[in-house]
């Protein structure tokens, strides 16, 4: 029997931004034909059932509510309408009947608020937009708010930062659920990066060299990217850049919000990715063709960044499918 579509809902709400809701419909809901998998069955939700306006005079209309909300396998709160006020007890409920069922729940930008006054975040690791950051310390002591990150994924409850950082999240999830290139390829359709590290950081203060024609740190990374099978230091990146060490560290950081090594890290463990879920090449051997000393020192790296091993990863994608 074919396998059903995993389900998702995400909530509207009055006074919402249509980019909110957007980024959910745009990964989760327009039907991928092109994919030889079941795609996800999008619902869209309110507290109550009917119009909800959203910014600009408009208005969308849904006859699902908070029932439908909480039945679906992936949960998702994209923003609340005030940062000041207390989720409704009936949505509270809702997202704990969620959370009782298994439910994966999501949050976008402020929607963290929401998932915090549900109680779901007690003890838990979460971020959301930065310039809410003070505020929600003060509402949620409980939380360990992290506000210098684009997303976190913290088993069942997963959280991002500002708008437009739910769209890694979302692409987080179908790589979790799907794999490396099907992740990849809606980011292709999206004409977005594949993949930002949901540890990098939220906002950098210059994301651009002061000239721009100055684009030595993009072609040390693009030329790291093409060597990932070597030993690269920082040293080496350095030279490809006409940089001493140190400028290069601080040029680095201002360019991308993070250091060499963890960026390195980062694409040696992303780009082992495809090696696991599409061939049978040993794991030492995968190690070592993106970078890696050791399958020991990879092994490490694989379970901080992906919270899983190197074969419970490959185990995972050689049948698997979607959350329902």
């Given at each position: ?36 998998v079941?795609?996800y069955?999008?619902?869209v ?8 306006r959203?910014v ?46 298994g ?100 906002f ?23 060597h ?11 030279g ?71 074969s ?13």
């Open positions: 029997m074919p396998r059903p579509a995993p389900t998702v809902s995400v909530l509207a709400y009055d006074g919402m931004s249509v980019f909110e809701l957007g980024i959910v419909t745009e990964v989760f809901g327009l039907p991928r034909p092109e994919f030889d079941p795609w069955d999008l619902t939700c309110a507290e109550t059932p009917g119009p909800v959203v600009g005079g408009a208005a969308l209309h849904t006859p699902h509510g908070l029932d439908a909300f909480a039945a679906a396998g992936t949960v998702i709160v994209p923003g609340v309408p005030d940062v000041a006020a207390d989720p409704s007890p009936e949505l509270v409920a809702a997202l704990r009947r969620a959370r009782h069922r439910a994966r729940i999501m949050s976008i930008c402020s929607g963290a608020f929401a998932l915090a006054g549900a109680g779901l975040l007690d003890g838990r690791r979460a971020t959301t937009h930065w310039r809410y950051a003070d505020r929600f310390r003060q509402r949620h002591p409980t939380v360990d708010l992290d506000p210098d990150v684009l997303y976190i994924d913290d088993g069942p409850l997963l959280t991002s930062a500002g708008s437009a950082a739910g769209l890694d999240l979302c692409l987080h999830v179908v790589r979790s659920d799907y794999g490396h290139a099907i992740a990849n390829a809606v980011a292709r359709r999206l004409v977005i990066q594949p993949h930002r590290d949901g540890g990098q950081a939220q950098i203060e210059a994301p651009l060299p002061a000239d721009p024609a100055d684009d030595r740190i993009a072609r040390s990374i693009a030329w790291a990217l093409a990932l099978g070597e030993a690269i230091t920082v040293e080496r990146l350095a490809q850049a006409h940089m001493s060490a140190r400028t290069y560290l601080r040029h680095f950081a201002r360019a991308t919000g993070t250091t060499p090594i963890r960026w390195l890290i980062q694409q040696r463990v992303q780009a082992s990715l495809a090696l696991l879920e599409t061939t049978a090449t040993p794991i030492e051997k995968v190690a070592r063709a993106v970078g890696f000393d050791t399958a020991v020192t990879y092994r490490h790296h694989f379970a901080a960044i992906m919270r899983t091993s190197p419970a990863y490959r185990n995972a994608f050689s049948g698997a499918g979607g959350r329902r």
